[in-house]
């Protein structure tokens, strides 16, 4: 306690009549002991007189009511009586009170005013206290014969323009009505705010006729830009698209490159109007977002040509996370557009299996890119596609845009995560292993040349030898057959290094007693070098050498896990 009088002291030693610092102190002064804050209240009520003639004396005055309305509701919840300290913060509210009345009212249009009456009230009955209370603070601005004068001068001091606009709708006086519309107010944010809050509220009751009218007027006094952005803040539905279209000039184009997230329930109809005017307006995660709202349980699903259209639009929208927020959003939406297709085939399939392997960073929270693995083992192409875009790096770094980095950055992703989630192999539904492997090494090539024209030949072999490391064997010796013919037709110098190292790669992690010590790794030795026997009596020597280097280093490493569980035994 000591400390916090010395600290008060201090304070009123060099707050003196500056209104920014009484501000400041009022602020904290609600969370301090009555018996330490009371002082302070008392020297601000000496000095109240010299404060409101300041500038900046309104900071000073807020922050007087809001300590107010803190006791009010410490009352309210029981945390307080009301008692002095009541009496005497509602004396300091009302003291540096300004006298300029336009000052006296501007703080009431506020999102949330924090007015001292309302703070007794319940908060469904808020809204309709403080729209009386603004009713009643515009009664001298009705009628006025200074009334622009008056409004311009509101509108520079109020919180929030938009409220204002609002509370003016509301009265819906014609005298201000025409002052907004004409061009007596300044122009900038702060009208454009105040208009779209005035068109709002009347429009509330004034319907569809009056709004066009007053569109119309905006429109032809070069104020479409305000004309759109008032209609932004309106319902959506057709019956606003339709008074945009009859406006004409151009403000629905405006509209629609402008509004932000529909929220609102849309019917069917006015969803697939919403998403056809978000996509002409290149607004592509704008117009995924309204699909996929979509409702999947309903009887008529969207066209699948409109589907695919925004879906590959979105591809190449470079602000597509900043429009739907986080990867899981974008996930959840691209998933939810995905479900509205049927059975896609031909030409639709290859575009949905673009748009799949695009986004699969994305997708795979959600698992849905089952077409997209199936067609990779059918679609040399495709998989062509995923290795350019892991292996491209200078496209990444040459986008001067850091959004359009970004979405190569995604691709480039995504073409990993393809390359590493794919288990499968080509031939797969093969009637026979011949036929299977006759369909997985043309598989092979046609990727291989593929790629050898976009200059990725080295990693198309590496990412080839991934696949056939997999691959099954029609007579149960490793490697398939497609890899043995290459290796030994030597298609690629580094085919074999890339085949030992895709082949240990495939062992993944291993779990193991103590005491086991190398017997997996003598298992795996044992079954290479059967395998490169076979292979050299066979006449398949590049292969047999591959087996045969892996039988020798698991060989290696079974001794290293044997000495490894001696000196466990015996440290």
């Known amino acids: 306690m000591a400390m916090m009088t010395g600290v008060r002291d201090f304070i009123l030693t060099h707050a003196e009549e500056v209104p920014d610092r009484w501000a400041d102190i009022l602020n904290v002064v609600g969370r301090w002991p009555a018996e330490v804050g009371a002082s302070v209240l008392d020297a601000m009520l000496e000095r109240a007189s010299a404060i409101r003639s300041r500038d900046g004396a309104g900071r000073a005055w807020r922050a007087a009511r809001e300590l107010l309305v803190h006791v009010l509701l410490s009352v309210k919840y029981g945390e307080k009586q009301l008692t002095d300290e009541f009496a005497r913060a509602k004396q300091v509210y009302q003291s540096p009170e300004p006298e300029d009345p336009i000052r006296r009212i501007a703080w009431l249009f506020a999102p949330d005013p924090q007015s001292p009456d309302a703070a007794q009230l319940e908060w469904q009955e808020e809204p309709s206290h403080y729209s009386k209370l603004r009713r009643v603070a515009l009664q001298p601005l009705l009628g006025s014969s200074n009334v622009v004068q008056m409004l311009s001068r509101l509108l520079h001091e109020v919180p929030a323009p938009g409220v204002l606009g609002f509370a003016l709708g509301e009265v819906g006086d014609d005298a201000i009505e025409a002052c907004l519309l004409g061009s007596e107010l300044t122009s900038g944010g702060a009208r454009c705010d ?53 406006v004409g000039d151009g403000l629905a184009e405006v509209y629609w490159g402008l509004i932000p997230h529909l929220y609102y329930d ?261 079954g290479f070098r059967k395998d490169a026997d076979t292979l050299r009596e066979k006449g398949f020597s590049r292969a047999a050498a591959v087996a045969q280097a892996l039988a020798e280093r698991y060989e290696s490493e079974a001794e290293h896990e044997d000495s490894e569980t001696a000196e466990f035994l015996d440290p």
């Open 194 to 246: 105040l208009v779209g809050g005035f068109i709002v509220a009347k429009n509330n009751v004034a319907g569809a006729s009056w709004l066009t009218q007053v569109l119309k007027t905006l429109v032809r006094s070069g104020r479409q830009d305000e004309a759109a952005r008032a209609a932004s803040h309106l319902i959506p539905g057709n019956v606003l698209w339709d008074v945009l279209d009859a």
């Open 266 to 526: 849309l019917t069917e109809d006015e969803r697939l109007r919403a998403i056809r005017h978000l996509v002409e307006a290149r607004r592509p995660a704008t117009a995924l977002e309204v699909l996929s709202k979509w409702n999947r349980k309903s009887g008529a699903l969207p066209p699948s040509q409109l589907v695919l259209d925004v879906l590959e639009r979105s591809m190449r929208s470079s602000d597509i996370l900043e429009v739907l927020g986080d990867g899981g959003r974008v996930g959840y939406r691209i998933s939810c557009a995905l479900a509205l297709l049927e059975q896609p085939d031909g030409e639709d399939l290859v575009r949905v299996i673009r748009v799949e392997a695009c986004f699969l960073p994305f997708l795979d929270h959600f698992g849905r890119a089952p077409r997209l693995f199936r067609a990779l083992g059918e679609t040399p192409a495709l998989f062509s596609e995923a290795v350019a875009m892991v292996y491209q790096h200078a496209e990444v770094e040459a986008e001067a845009d850091e959004q359009r980095r970004s979405l190569s950055r995604l691709r480039r992703q995504a073409g990993d995560l393809i390359l590493r989630k794919w288990q499968g192999t080509p031939g797969e539904t093969a009637p026979s292993p011949g036929e299977r492997d006759e369909i997985f090494e043309r598989w092979c090539r046609d990727v291989a040349e593929e790629l050898r024209v976009k200059g990725l030949q080295d990693a198309a072999w590496s990412e080839l030898a991934c696949v056939l490391a997999r691959g099954p064997s029609a007579d149960g010796i490793w490697p398939c057959g497609p890899a043995r013919r290459f290796l030994e037709g030597g298609v690629h110098p580094k085919l074999g290094r890339y085949l030992y190292r895709a082949k240990r790669n495939l062992r993944g992690p291993v779990w193991r007693s103590p005491l086991d010590g190398g017997t997996q790794e003598r298992d795996l030795a044992s």
